[in-house]
């Protein structure tokens, strides 16, 4: 009794998840209608090219064969068959392009909306999800939209079009053969709908299942020191064993409703195929003589056999693209998921237009803050800080006193329960500024690379600058690649010290006003915190507004004014 309740359940949860996922889906091809409208249009065109192009080859035959027309009396009908075939390829060219530029819209968008969620959530929330899985969200599950609006949606309407117009061609022809394809017709998308339902299912599985594995996979690689220090490897190897087999066999579940349906939907245009080249043989044979039959002739009977495959084709097509339409289901469910997850409102980056003129544009202050992440205990109850641009601020204190949070408020990572935040004018984070986290961030490619991730247009000669003052010249010019130097994202070729000062030299490059830095000599040697120091004193010098949080004794000494953060409180030390 208790499994067929949780097929019930999971019945449910699909037919839940598809009612969410298709006002979603229609809302993105509003935007793209055009597009899609064009799409249909020049499918339609190709399909009154093939009618055009299968009667012009039936009356060549009938009249060569039956009248006796020589070759040269055929010109005509040639080369109509030819300009037919050359608008056909044009229009078929057309569809793919526009189906393309359609998904191209489609995807271009879906992307904005998940990275409008990413910032509204803000890096700290973020943090608390696998870079795989949302790796796996920004590629693989947009890029899953493609068929279903490059194909799938056109499709849909040219299996309207393109056999309606047939079935009335055939009907004009032969009402008898008409009524056959009518009435087979229908077989199609009722065998179509009833196996899209369970590839629907097994997508969403597929999604769900792929998006572990690659969270997984990622934080398994991205750990394997540690593994290999506590002689964990073997037992990872394992897990990441049980969930590539699982994604196997859902993948290969997939396959076979795929293969099957294709299957039964061939084998049923087959036979109505068959069945009306015995009625359109039979008749002109002259053993049939109900209804039409005793009318058809050469060319009537070879166009109907011409146009039952193309009456089918238009469906049959639609039959293939229906798993795309399963693929985006499934997609679209896991990028709804994450695009109606929760957004603390404390994460969220406010945006307010400066005014240079005003005098909190030349300030950092917070008035009246209060932060909790529990309810009835607050972190910060009724702050107020005043900052002055240029000033130099030290954060220090007890660890868990708050310093690291107060930097996300300030840096608009993290908005206030109550109260108001400032900075030069403007609400935090609503305009560029300068970060270096308790870790540095780096990305697989060279120095320079790294460098441009900030500044895009950055030349070489600056790039130097940069890394020379954060005192890596003496390392960049025993590289033989000089700022092309290749660098992983955990910093491979470079001491935890130089991968720090690497993502330093960002903020020379990028000249920021303001810049926020969280423990930025944690975790370093004595020769690399001499080098962290100097070059913010050159921050300092060139009038930056630096606020940093530090243990450090060398840092607070770099520091106009120290801040005690401690027990809810922000205090001159």
Known sequence: ??????????????????????????????????????????????????????????????????????????????????????????????????????????????????????????????????????????????????????????????????????????????????????????????????????????????????????????????????????????????????????????????????????????????????????????????????????????????????????????LRTLSQHYHDRAAALGAGAELIDRLNSPVDPRCTNGVATADADKPDAQSISLSSVTLGFQENNCLFRDLSLHVEKGEVIALTGPSGGGKSTLLHLLAGFMAPDRGEIRVLGRAPGSFPFGWLGQKGFLVHGTWADNLRLTTPDASDIAIDSALRNVGLGPLLDSRQAGIYSAVSEDGQGLSGGQARRLSLARLFLADYDLILLDEPTAGLDSDSEVFVLEALHKLAVAGKTLIFSTHHQALLTLANRVLLVSGGEVRDA
Request: proline share 4%; charged share 15%; net charge positive.
């Open 1 to 314: 009794m208790v499994q067929p309740q949780s097929e019930a359940g999971d019945a449910r949860s699909t037919a839940d998840r598809a009612q969410q996922v298709n006002p979603w889906l229609a809302a993105l091809a509003r935007a793209s209608r055009p597009w899609i409208g064009a799409t249909v249009i020049a499918g339609s065109v190709a399909g009154l090219a093939t009618i055009v192009q299968m009667a012009l080859l039936a009356a060549v035959i009938h009249r060569g064969v039956i009248e006796q027309v020589p070759v040269t009396g055929l010109t005509t009908l040639f080369a109509g068959l030819i300009l037919t075939l050359v608008i056909r390829a044009l229009a078929q060219g057309l569809q793919t392009r526009f189906a393309a530029r359609c998904s191209e819209q489609v995807r271009r968008d879906a992307r904005r909306r998940i990275n409008r969620h990413w910032r509204a959530t803000g890096p700290v929330a973020l943090a608390h999800t696998s870079s795989g899985t949302l790796a796996r969200e920004w590629i693989d599950h947009v890029e899953a939209l493609h068929g279903y609006f490059a194909r799938f949606l056109p499709q849909l309407a040219l299996s309207v079009i393109v056999p309606l117009t047939i079935l009335a061609v055939v009907f004009w022809l032969d009402w008898l053969a008409a009524i056959f394809l009518l009435l087979s017709a229908p077989l199609i998308p009722l065998f179509m709908a009833l196996v899209g339902m369970g590839a629907e299912k097994l997508n969403q599985q597929h999604f769900e299942t792929i998006s572990r594995l690659s969270g997984q996979f990622l934080d398994k690689v991205r750990g394997l020191t540690t593994l290999q220090l506590f002689g964990q490897t073997g037992s990872a190897t394992d897990l990441i064993e049980q969930r590539s087999d699982h994604y196997r066999r859902i993948t290969m579940k997939t396959l076979r409703v795929a293969f099957l349906s294709s299957a039964v939907l061939e084998f049923f245009a087959s036979v109505a195929i068959a069945v009306i080249a015995i009625y359109i043989g039979f008749g002109l044979l002259g053993f049939i003589t109900f209804g039409p039959s005793s009318e058809l002739t050469l060319f009537s009977g070879l166009l109907i056999l011409l146009l039952a495959p193309e009456f089918f084709q238009p």
